[in-house]
């Protein structure tokens, strides 16, 4: 099983009629590539000898741009707008009473945005990703939320989305959020070197700069994963991940030598794709998508996630029926238990599912 197993294409769509009430329907590694921004003539990666594989590289089969509809909406229309979103939320929470990262045995009384905002700019936040979570679970988890928000954006390759100046303000504005907050989350500056490479091939220009990482951002990718895990097993299978279950998670960065072997397995292995999109935008760019595998009758769950041309996050979730790998490089793997949100640490009266 695991690496070696194949999953079967599914004949239909998976049925997410219980996550579907917010849809708009009326009714780690220590040293990182970053990308050199335009402004700064510096672009984020990862490096020391580790040259970039491929700038364009991972789940992704090619480039997108970005248009943006920016028409202001008016005073009525942004209180109806609020109004239909709270309604929105209310019918949710009612079709998804159970918090999705502690097991379903807290009540939901929030809805967690699962990749999170911090991920993507203001309005880009892909549409069908909340999930039902405990105020316990939803804000024990806000500093890795937007430490791992502003990673994901720095270590993606794609230049599209940094050309205009509104896009480079958002991501400033997400990096100062941080630095007030967490200065200690912020890469170090000091430790930046150049890369020279693309490929095997030496280039004038730097590529990326090769950056060491802050142990903060080892723990919020612990969390993203956790989270991501959670949420999307209950999106694919329409269950939640309870404290019999475990699952293993981590992530890379395809751009760096060594990584192509892994990303071409996760790719010929997984049979389904999801992308994320927004109906309101034009031309909405490689943002976030998945690819993922269930075996129904082992409960057993994959998926390997992709943000832009970036990090790519992967997790295997299964029932306490499969057994963990006694040998090879999974049975080395940090396995946790499922339903761990900071909501299972609290002690409830509420029935469970």
């Known amino acids: 099983m695991f690496l070696g197993c194949e999953y079967l294409p599914r004949k239909s769509t998976p049925d997410r009629s219980r996550l579907s009430s917010l849809r708009g329907r009326s009714g780690p590694a220590p040293v ?30 090619s480039q997108g741009s970005t248009k943006v509809d920016h028409t202001e ?4 229309e942004t209180m109806s707008e609020t109004v239909r979103n709270a309604s ?25 945005h699962v990749p999170p905002r911090a991920c993507f700019p203001d309005g880009f936040m892909p549409e069908e990703f909340e999930f039902p979570a405990c105020k316990e679970c ?12 502003l990673y994901a954006q720095l270590l993606d390759f794609d230049e599209s989305k940094m050309i205009r100046p509104e896009d480079r303000a958002k991501i400033q504005k997400l990096r100062q959020g941080i ?24 280039t004038l220009s730097p590529q990326a700069m090769s950056i060491q ?14 989270k991501l895990a959670h949420a999307l097993y209950m999106r694919e299978t329409g269950k ?29 292995l997984l049979p389904e794709t999801e992308v994320g999109t927004r109906r309101n935008i034009k031309d909405y760019g490689d943002r976030f998508r998945y690819m993922w595998g269930y ?50 640490l609290v002690s409830s009266s509420e029935p469970s599912v």
């Open 32 to 61: 990182h590539l970053l990308r050199i921004l335009p402004v700064e003539k510096m672009r984020a990666g990862s490096v020391s000898e580790n040259a970039i594989t491929n700038k364009q590289v991972g789940l992704f089969d």
């Open 73 to 76: 909406p008016s005073y009525e």
């Open 88 to 112: 929105r939320v209310q019918r949710f929470l009612a079709s998804n009473p159970y918090c999705y990262f502690c097991g379903g045995t807290r009540r939901a009384t929030t809805v967690d």
């Open 138 to 149: 939803n804000e024990g988890a806000t500093k890795q939320d937007q430490i791992f928000g």
């Open 179 to 202: 630095l007030n907050n967490y200065p200690d989350a912020l890469p170090d500056t000091l430790s930046a070197r150049p890369v020279y490479h693309d490929g095997l091939i030496q």
């Open 213 to 226: 990482t802050p142990p903060e951002l080892k723990e919020a990718v612990v969390v993203a994963g956790q």
């Open 240 to 268: 939640i991940m309870t404290a019999e279950h475990r699952f293993c998670t981590n992530v890379y960065q395809p751009q760096l030598k060594g990584t192509e072997a892994l990303t071409q397995l996760f790719t010929s």
């Open 295 to 344: 075996k129904e009758n082992e409960d057993f769950f994959h998926f390997a996630a992709q943000f832009g041309q970036g990090l790519i996050l992967w997790a295997f979730v299964m029932s306490k029926s499969v057994a963990i790998p006694s040998s090879g490089p999974l049975s080395q793997a940090p396995w946790q238990f499922g339903a761990c949100g900071k909501g299972s």
